[in-house]
């Protein structure tokens, strides 16, 4: 069975900085495009990052430059790290795994404050 957990959400004034984390069990995060996904109340749900099998990256306009997601295929991790948090950042971030298959996280609550 596959799991995606997600850690590491939060409460963070303006201007701080979080790391969210997902360990993945029961797939080899290696094979996989990783990615991050969030979603405000009221909002759809948005891609916010993405790492493919050979590393490359890509991001949304609104977090590039703030935001790095990076891989642990030894540890079967992927993580976001988030700096200049702003309030419009506040959101569940959800981890999602792609390749033949999609599977996808509970989510973790990041709030931001003013």
């Known amino acids: 069975q596959v799991q995606l957990v997600e850690s590491g959400g939060g409460l963070v004034q303006s201007g701080g900085s979080l790391r969210l984390s997902c360990a993945a069990s029961g797939i080899s995060l290696s094979l996989y495009t990783m990615a991050w996904y969030r979603q405000a109340p009221g909002q759809q749900r948005e891609l916010v990052a993405r790492?493919?099998?050979?590393?490359?990256?890509n991001y949304a306009d609104s977090v590039r430059g703030r935001f790095i997601i990076s891989r642990d295929n030894s540890g079967n991790m992927v993580t976001l790290q988030m700096n200049s948090l702003r309030p419009e950042d506040t959101a569940v971030y959800y981890c999602?795994?792609?390749?033949?298959?999609?599977?996808w996280g509970k989510g973790t609550l990041v709030t931001v404050s003013a």
């Open positions: 790492i493919f099998s050979v590393g490359s990256t």
């Open positions: 999602n795994a792609n390749r033949f298959s999609t599977y």
